[in-house]
């Protein structure tokens, strides 16, 4: 049977805005030899998928310095300290797109982005009946530009590699499961 490791020391490396990353010696439970590992201690993510009373889905379109390209996604962000998730979504939403619904988010699923490295989770959520509210609210390092899609076309923008986002990916899969409406 797998064991948990046993903690015996966490020093932080460096406090780097989003997260901060750590070296943690841990003991393996099999073994008995000491292990050092790299884990990025992150706030919770959120995404959120809104839908318009067109079944239009809103996409932001943006740079990404990891890739050092342009990426086709759903708004999404950190949660803030306290903050509850489906509220961030909303937020996160509202800010990037400018389009916000009457209703409240509905959680789809949350998953852990990468939990070899990364402790956090992200959420994910659809925001049903979506209207253009206000102008976008950026933060001084985002440039984002809005497009709405189809519903019905989003597997063929997924199967084309348009959107290739893996937390986007995996925000549509728990929407294709709950809602059976994309075709996989």
Known sequence: MIKSWLT????LLANLRIFNAKMITRENPLSGVDGKFTVLDSPQWVNIIPITKQN???LVKQYRHGTDEITLEIPGGLIEKDEDPRLAGERECLEETGFASEC???????NRPNPAFLNNYCYSYVWFDCELKQKQNLDIHEDIEVVTVPLKEITDYIIDGKIDHSLVLTAFFFYGMQYKNLEF
Do not use: S
């Open 8 to 11: 015996k020391k966490e020093e």
């Open 104 to 110: 409240d988010a509905i959680l789809l699923g949350k």
């Open 56 to 58: 239009e889905v809103v």
